[in-house]
C-alpha cells in the first residue's frame, strides 16, 4: 500500500496552508447552464424465434441539489412494432421505471426516448458546518450506509485506511474531501476492469466510473455518512474554463456514467464525481437513476428475453445516444492553489473547518556526474506510455449477456464502456500529447491510438522539444504514413510511426508528439480519463494558424514510446 498521505485543497481556513511539492488542486467557480434536445434509441435484431422480449426506461426526474440541477419535461418513449403490454412502477428507490414486453419478436423491435432538459450547475461559495464524527441518521438512510457486495464496507483493509484519512477531520464536507482527495491519488481510471466492487479497486488500484464510486461510497459508509449511487449519462458537448495559465478544456466521451451522491444534514444530497476528480458534477450529466450500488441501478437500458432452443446465435443490439444544446452558456474560471492532491482535483470554494496535516518532504535528490548522451551505450529496450485502452472494441454493441438463474431468461445489461476520442485531423486545430523521459532515450517508434473512419491523405508524427511547458522546436520527424495503409478495424488500435532513420538520442526531460497531416483524413485518437501517466498541463490543442500552444485538455491521449535505453 502507498504511504498515507493527507492534503489540504480548496477551502478558506484560518491558518496558513502548507504547500508540500507539487499540487494540482483548482478553486472552479461559476456557472454552466444549458437546454438539452437529448435522444435515445434501443434497437434488437432478434437472431431467430424470441418471446417476452423486454425494455426497461428510468424516467429522469427533476433533481436540485446545492450544485447541480435538473429539469425534465416532454418526457417521450415510442417504440416499433407497439408493444403487447407497457407497465409502469416505482421502484424501492423512488425510480419511475417503465416496462416496454412484446410476446413475441421475430423482427427487428426499436425503442426510442425522447425528453428536453435544462440542466445548470452553479459554483459558489459553499458553507457547511455538518459535524464530523457524524451524527445518527434517521432510520431512511440505513441502506445508504450498510456494505453491500459491490461497497465493501465492512473490509478490515479500507476500513483501517479510511479511519486514518479522516482522523483529524473538523467535520463532514472535511471527511468528504480527504477521503476522495486519497482517491483521486491512488486510483487510476482504466476500461474495461476486471471486477467494478471496492475491495478490487482498492487493492489493484485500478477501475473505471464503477469502481471509483463503489470505492468513495464504502470509505464514506464506514465512517456514517449516507452514500448512493447514481446512474446517469454523460454528454461530449466539450466546455473551456478560463485561468492565468490559458484555456483548459473539458469533455467526456458520449454514454453511460455513475457517480455519487453524498447526504449532508445542512445541505442534503450533493453530487461528486470520483472518476472525473470533480467535487461536484459539470451540466454535461443527466441523472437518471440512483441506488445502493450498481448492482441495484440496472433498470434503465435493461433487455430481457427468451430465445427459442433451436436459434444460433445471438440478437444483434445496438444504443445510440444523441444530444443538441439549442442553448448553452459557459462562465467558468479555474484558480490553482498552493495545496491539494499530486493528481487534478476540481472543487467549488467551500468554507470548512480543516486541520493541517504536516508531511515530510522528500529527501533531496542525490547528484551524479551528467554524461552526454551521445557518450552513452544505449542498448537496453523500452518502451511506456498510456498504454491501455480497449484495443479493437467496437462501441457500437458491446452489451455483456447474462443467463438469469432459475430461468431462461438472457440479459443484456447496461456497461459503462464509453468511447472517449477526439478527431485529430480537422483541419482548424493541431493537438499534441508531452511525455516525459527518466533516463536517456534512443527514439526508433512512438505509437498512437488511432480509428480510422474514412478519408484519404497523409499522417506523421513530430517530436518537439518543451519550452514553458508547451511543444516549442521540432527535434525530429517520423516516416510518413499514408492513409491507405492503415487497416479498418472495430475500434481503436496501435498505429505506429518510425523514427529509426534519424533515431535521435534524447536526455531526461519533457517531450511533445504532434500529429501531422495532409489532405482530409478523418482519424480520431482516443484518451483516458484524468492524466493516468504526465501532467495536468500534458495534453495541448491550438488553431493551425497559432503558433501558442494556449489550450490544455483535461485528459490524456494513449500514446507509446519505443526505443532504447541504458538501464
Known amino acids: 500500500m502507498k504511504s498515507r498521505k493527507l492534503w489540504l485543497w480548496g477551502i478558506l481556513i484560518s491558518f496558513t496552508a502548507l504547500q508540500v511539492g507539487r499540487s494540482e488542486n483548482y478553486i472552479i ?58 407497465k409502469e412502477h416505482l421502484d424501492l428507490r423512488g425510480n419511475k421505471i417503465i416496462e416496454l414486453i412484446w410476446k413475441k419478436a421475430e423482427n427487428r423491435v426499436e425503442a426510442v426516448l425522447d425528453m428536453r432538459a435544462r440542466t445548470r450547475t452553479h459554483l459558489a461559495s459553499i458553507e457547511s458546518n455538518a459535524p464530523f464524527p457524524v451524527e445518527k ?136 464525481d470520483p472518476q472525473q476528480t470533480e467535487l461536484f458534477v459539470s451540466n454535461r450529466f443527466l441523472r437518471i437513476e440512483v441506488g445502493v450500488d450498481n448492482n441495484e441501478t440496472v433498470n434503465d437500458g435493461m433487455v430481457r428475453f427468451r430465445q427459442h432452443k433451436s436459434v444460433q446465435g445471438r440478437p444483434q443490439f445496438r444504443e445510440v445516444i444523441e444530444a443538441e444544446f439549442p442553448e448553452d452558456e459557459v462562465n467558468l474560471s479555474l484558480t490553482k492553489q498552493k495545496y491539494g492532491p499530486r493528481s487534478m482535483l476540481l472543487s467549488p470554494r467551500v468554507t470548512s473547518l480543516l486541520t493541517p496535516v504536516i508531511v515530510t518532504p522528500p529527501p533531496p535528490p542525490v547528484v551524479v556526474p551528467v554524461i552526454p548522451v551521445e557518450q552513452l551505450k544505449l ?56 511525455f516525459i523521459l527518466e ?48 487497416p479498418f478495424g472495430p475500434g481503436y488500435d496501435w498505429v505506429d510511426f518510425d523514427f529509426s532513420k534519424e533515431a535521435p538520442k534524447l536526455k531526461p526531460g519533457r517531450y511533445w508528439i504532434a500529429l501531422g ?30 503558433e501558442n500552444w494556449s489550450g490544455a485538455m483535461a485528459y490524456e491521449f494513449n500514446y507509446r514510446v519505443a526505443g532504447w535505453t541504458n538501464r
Open 29 to 86: 467557480e461559476g456557472v454552466q447552464s444549458s437546454k438539452i434536445n437529448y435522444r435515445l434509441t434501443q434497437s434488437l435484431v432478434p437472431a431467430g424465434k424470441t418471446r417476452d422480449l423486454k425494455m426497461r426506461f428510468v424516467v429522469p426526474s427533476s433533481f436540485h441539489s446545492i450544485t447541480y440541477s435538473q429539469e425534465v419535461d416532454d418526457f417521450h418513449l415510442s417504440a416499433t412494432p407497439e408493444p403487447s403490454n407497457r
Open 439 to 486: 533516463k536517456p532515450f534512443k527514439l526508433i517508434k512512438l505509437g498512437l491510438a488511432l480509428h480510422k473512419f474514412g478519408g484519404s491523405g497523409q499522417l506523421w508524427l513530430e517530436l518537439k522539444t518543451d519550452i514553458n511547458g508547451k511543444p516549442g522546436e521540432v527535434l525530429a520527424a517520423s516516416s510518413i504514413k499514408d492513409l491507405g495503409d492503415l
Open 379 to 434: 542498448d537496453k529496450a523500452w518502451l511506456f506510455g498510456n498504454l491501455q485502452f480497449p484495443r479493437q472494441q467496437s462501441f457500437w454493441e458491446t452489451r455483456g449477456e447474462e443467463h438469469v438463474a432459475g430461468s431462461e431468461d438472457i440479459v443484456l445489461k447496461k456497461n459503462f464502456l464509453v468511447e472517449t476520442a477526439e478527431y485529430v485531423t480537422t483541419k482548424m486545430t493541431q493537438y499534441a500529447q508531452v
Open 137 to 272: 441518521f434517521p432510520k431512511e438512510f440505513d441502506d445508504y450506509l450498510a456494505p453491500t457486495a459491490q461497497v465493501q464496507s465492512n473490509h478490515a483493509a479500507i476500513i483501517d485506511t479510511v479511519r486514518h484519512l479522516v482522523e483529524n477531520a473538523g467535520n463532514q464536507y472535511d471527511a468528504v474531501q480527504h477521503i476522495l482527495s486519497w482517491i483521486v491519488d491512488n486510483v487510476r481510471y482504466v476500461t474495461p476492469p476486471a471486477q467494478y466492487d471496492a475491495v478490487f479497486t482498492f487493492e489493484k488500484g485500478r477501475g473505471n466510473c464503477q469502481n471509483f464510486s463503489h470505492l468513495a461510497a464504502a470509505m464514506m459508509r464506514i465512517v456514517g455518512i449516507p452514500v448512493r449511487i447514481v446512474n446517469g449519462i454523460t454528454l461530449n458537448q466539450p466546455f473551456t474554463t478560463r485561468s492565468t495559465e490559458g484555456e483548459f478544456t473539458f469533455k467526456m466521451g458520449q454514454g453511460r456514467h455513475s457517480w455519487i451522491e453524498v447526504y449532508f444534514p445542512d445541505l442534503n444530497w450533493v453530487p461528486f
Open 517 to 546: 497531416f495532409t489532405g482530409s483524413p478523418i482519424i480520431n485518437w482516443f484518451y483516458t480519463y484524468g492524466k493516468p501517466v504526465g501532467p495536468v498541463d500534458g495534453t495541448r490543442y491550438k488553431s493551425v494558424y497559432s
